[in-house]
């Protein structure tokens, strides 16, 4: 009776190819950053972490699958457990939320915002990065809308209902209000304050604005 072929693993061997992927997504990061999504070639991805370009195609498939490779340090450098506890603190007010929401969205900016740069380009002409774009927008609305639907009667300012008050985030938090911001010479700082103090009046009644963050 024959026997199927043997698969082989080795632990060296696995190593190196974990090591060949964090390499080319670290590479990849870098160039996407000097020179954009359009202008960047998986050719030189591949000369710059040292590897033959059809090694950049097997361990990704393409170039959208290279760019969304990099997704995943979206939450983990803006440290979404941290934006976890300071959303379900005890005795947290709807106030002191909306500005740890604005903190995240800082962290975002400050530490992946490349990624995101990157994504939203990318998201212009193709179809792959568009996907992954939206998927991180709605995520972000999805917690929001919880948060906002967990607030009691009467926090939100007379004519905002949740799906508005969501809305009016993904203006506030949205890559191209930051970036044009920034582009006008505003620092993170400011821009972060900017938009809590903008949320704040927007989205809540007086009673609650009024509480101290």
């Known amino acids: 009776m024959g026997q199927g072929k043997r698969t082989y693993s080795s ?13 080319l997504a670290a590479e990849a990061r870098r160039l ?16 710059a972490a040292g590897v033959a370009e059809p090694t950049v195609y097997a361990v990704f498939g393409n170039k959208a699958g290279l760019a969304t490779a990099l997704v995943d340090l979206v939450d983990e450098e803006a440290d979404v457990p941290q934006l976890v506890a300071e959303l379900q603190a005890p005795g947290v007010s709807p106030r002191q939320q909306i500005g740890a929401m604005v903190r995240h969205r800082r962290r ?6 490349d990624i995101v740069a990157l994504l939203y380009e990318g998201s212009l002409t193709n179809d792959v990065l568009a996907t992954a774009y939206r998927d991180g927008e709605g995520r972000g609305d999805d917690g929001r809308r919880r948060i906002f639907t967990g607030w009691p009667a009467g926090t939100l300012r007379g004519g905002i209902d949740v799906d508005t008050a969501c809305d009016v985030c993904s203006l506030a938090f949205g890559h191209e209000t930051w970036t044009h911001l920034a582009n006008r010479g505003w620092n993170s700082e400011r821009i972060e304050q900017w938009v809590v103090d903008l949320l704040c009046r927007e989205l809540l009644s007086n009673e609650a604005g009024a509480a101290t963050s």
């Open 32 to 47: 996407f950053a000097e020179k954009g999504w359009s202008k960047t070639t998986l050719k030189e991805v591949a000369k």
């Open 11 to 23: 632990p060296r061997r696995e190593a190196q190819a974990r090591e060949t992927r964090a390499r």
């Open 108 to 113: 975002m900016f400050d530490g992946p915002g």
